[in-house]
């Protein structure tokens, strides 16, 4: 039987409503140190709102969610978790550059390391052509890319992703997966959103499917082909959209929060599922 040391997070029966949206109704998984673990389910089945809980900028009400043994929000927790939203965030008159170490300071980083860990993120993903651009200047996936090394450098073990490769081009999705598989070798825990199928066959070894605020499935890629496909439509992105299929969502869980999340896509073939 594995202990609770083993786990970066445990999510335990959570609840979440917003006015007359349940957008929570059972959460409940676990998520093991050093491994990417994937969240996945169709629109306004609550993985937006359940990251936030994590991160703690919203309570559950009613549930249990631990990281690395601490409630979110816990003082502990700040520069060992880091959160990239959906939406890009950050301040529009100061440079890319300025937008990562100003908030990692905040974080209380110490500045050296904020420095030298930039320029290392900076040239991996091939943007230190940015490093002097104004924020409002950059399109939306350089804005995304600087969000990204911004949650790696606060997150020394913890890393929420939402969406970390929803729109950037391929060469640079390519290098993002590249990067968050060799933060996950070097130890770090993530636990990332997608509807990219790339992202999911390339990066995750366990997933947790949501819908309608439920959990109805966690374990690994291989375990969730088996439950979801037959022998002659074997693949993880049949499985997704025979356990979507097969647990029909009500229309008013459509949370506000998530109506940004697209439909399932291959970022192979460009259809959309």
Not at 140 to 168: F, H, M
Not at 180 to 189: D, F, N, V
């Amino acid at each position: 039987m594995q202990s609770n040391q083993e786990f970066a997070l445990i999510i335990h029966n959570v609840h979440k409503h917003f006015r007359n949206v349940q957008a929570l109704r059972g959460a409940s998984f676990l998520v093991e140190k050093g491994t990417i673990h994937a969240l996945l389910g169709p629109n306004g089945a609550g993985k937006t709102t359940l990251l936030r809980i994590i991160a703690g900028i919203i309570k559950p009400d009613y549930g249990q969610v631990i990281a690395f043994n601490m409630p979110p929000g816990s003082p502990e927790l700040i520069g060992l978790m880091g959160y990239m939203t959906q939406n890009t965030v950050g301040y529009q008159n100061i440079t890319a550059w300025k937008n990562v170490t100003l908030f990692a300071e905040i974080a209380g980083i110490d500045k050296q390391m904020i420095n030298e860990k930039t320029e290392y993120l900076f040239s991996e993903l091939e943007i230190m052509n940015l490093k002097s651009r104004k924020f409002k200047e950059l399109s939306g996936g350089e804005k995304r890319t600087v969000n990204l090394i911004r949650t790696i450098i606060i997150g020394d073990k913890l890393l929420l992703l939402d969406e970390p490769t929803a729109g950037l081009d391929l060469e640079r999705a390519a290098k993002v997966r590249k990067l968050i598989q060799k933060l996950s070798k070097e130890g770090r825990t993530i636990l990332l959103s997608s509807h990219i199928v790339t992202d999911l066959e390339n990066l995750s070894q366990y997933i947790t499917i949501l819908h309608s605020g439920k959990t109805i499935f966690t374990g690994t890629k291989e375990q969730a082909i088996d439950t979801f496909t037959t022998d002659e439509k074997r693949s993880l992105e049949n499985a997704l959209l025979n356990a979507f299929d097969n647990n029909p969502s009500q229309n008013n869980l459509n949370s506000a929060e998530e109506t940004q999340e697209g439909q399932l896509h291959s970022e192979k073939t460009g259809k959309s599922i």
